[in-house]
């Protein structure tokens, strides 16, 4: 066997060590001013040497949907996961997507490591572990339970000797260079050739590009990556999703608590805004994105509904549900009955009262979500094979292109 077939597409099993890292958030002004000012010289070299190109996440740009896009090359409509967070209309119930019970279909990870490659996924935040990880042979874990790992549920139990580190605090951008220390052991001691590396944006949520603070994260990133590719490895990179400012001139945060304005129109418990930005991990965001999902109490209302949303300042776009799953490629039955996405300086949250905005702290609010924040980064390492470089070329990348683009379209992989 020479190659995995998953979702339409072949993806050859490698004969050297292959990196994909998502860095989370990483919003491709954060690779333009690091490169113009010096701070990525390793990024630097793979646009000069490799590829470096722009590419468009999914819809929502939320972190689930496309960590998950990423490890199958294919949208939410097949694999079923269109947010982090979704109400189940059956049970009426919310559930966070935490584990793997949603998603449809295998990983790309799951099959290369059943046909004997050694492959690991290391993230940040556990949630995503399990989701990334189902039914791989292989080590999985995250850098937020690296110091529990057992051999029996993580294929691996000693992260922290083979880091040389103890697991770093969650709320802290350590948490994502521990992610790829821990890739880099695994590399160097021959523990995995095909591997996945998801951060967190923890640092991006509080950082604008230029920063003091985003510039050290991005220079330890950078000097990693160089250290993956002296190892012998190729490397690619997309993230999840962008970054954009949430806020007005005076620095306060644009929030349209939409479930709020909804009661005020058609009155008490008229409809349910469902944010599937929300996890357990929102300190820094106050689970405000730039897309949520709407459920009418009464049908009869969403009409109506719609046009009073579509005329509330800050919103961009409102989609009736099917429309939202055919033209965002979202799974149809698990979508609302109406999707609403805002403009790039605005957020959308349900009401006042469920968030906490004094979590978000002193940095102005910075979020994602809608279509401002779909342009991702997308690089190589290596130069492309001439068949990638005119797909590249010919633009449409989408950032869960770099899987096939890093094992099937780098001339270095042929060798
Ligand atoms: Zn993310």
């Known amino acids: 066997m020479t190659s995995i077939a998953l979702h339409g597409r ?4 490698p ?6 890292v998502c860095i989370d958030g990483c919003d491709p002004e954060y690779i333009e001013r690091g490169i113009a000012d010096g701070i990525c010289p390793t990024i630097a070299s793979f646009h000069r040497d490799g590829f470096g190109g722009i590419a468009d996440c999914v819809m929502p740009s939320f972190t689930n949907p496309n960590n998950v896009s990423i490890v199958t090359g294919a949208p939410p409509a097949v694999h079923g996961i269109g947010g982090n967070y979704f109400l189940d209309r059956a049970s009426g119930r919310e559930i966070m997507m935490t584990d793997a019970s949603l998603l449809r279909g295998e990983t790309l990870l799951s099959l290369m490591s059943h046909t004997g490659i050694l492959t690991a996924a290391v993230t940040a935040k556990d949630k995503l572990r399990k989701v990334l990880g189902h039914e791989m042979r292989g080590i999985c874990f995250s850098s937020e339970k690296a110091a529990t790992c057992t051999v029996a549920e993580h294929g691996i139990a000693d992260v922290e000797s083979i880091v040389g580190r103890p697991a770093p605090d969650m709320y802290s951008g350590d948490l994502s260079l521990y992610v790829l220390d821990a890739g880099l052991a695994l590399l160097r001691q021959g523990r ?7 951060l967190s944006d923890y640092v991006q949520h509080k950082h604008a590009p230029g920063t003091p603070a985003s510039n050290a994260f991005l220079r330890a990133v950078d000097e990693r990556l160089q250290a993956f590719v002296d190892a012998g490895a190729v490397v690619g990179c997309v993230a999840d999703h962008g970054m954009s400012a949430k806020t007005g001139i005076d620095g306060r945060p644009n929030v349209i608590f939409l479930e709020d304005e909804l009661e005020t129109m058609f009155g008490v418990s008229s409809a349910r805004v469902i944010c ?5 991990f929102v300190r820094h965001h106050g689970a405000l994105g730039s897309f949520v999902r709407v459920y009418a109490r009464n049908p009869a209302h969403i009409v109506a509904m719609m046009e009073a949303t579509r005329a509330i300042a800050g919103i961009e776009t409102v989609y009736a549900g099917a429309d939202a799953a055919r033209i965002l490629e ?6 609302a009955d109406f999707v ?7 957020v959308v949250g349900s009401r006042s009262d469920e968030h906490d905005l004094s979590t978000v702290g002193d940095h102005p609010l910075r979020s994602h979500g809608g279509f401002s924040e779909q342009p991702v980064p997308f690089l190589l390492s290596h130069a492309m094979t001439p068949a990638y470089a005119a797909r590249a070329a010919a633009g449409g990348l989408r950032n869960f292109d770099i899987f096939e683009f890093a094992l099937n379209g780098v001339q270095a992989n042929h060798a």
């Open 10 to 13: 072949q993806y050859t099993l």
């Open 15 to 20: 004969t050297r060590p292959i990196v994909v």
């Open 192 to 198: 995995a050739t095909l591997l996945y590396l998801s």
């Open 276 to 280: 599937p930005i929300t996890d357990p």
């Open 330 to 335: 979202l799974p149809a039955d698990r979508e």
């Open 340 to 346: 609403v996405i805002s403009q790039e300086a605005f």
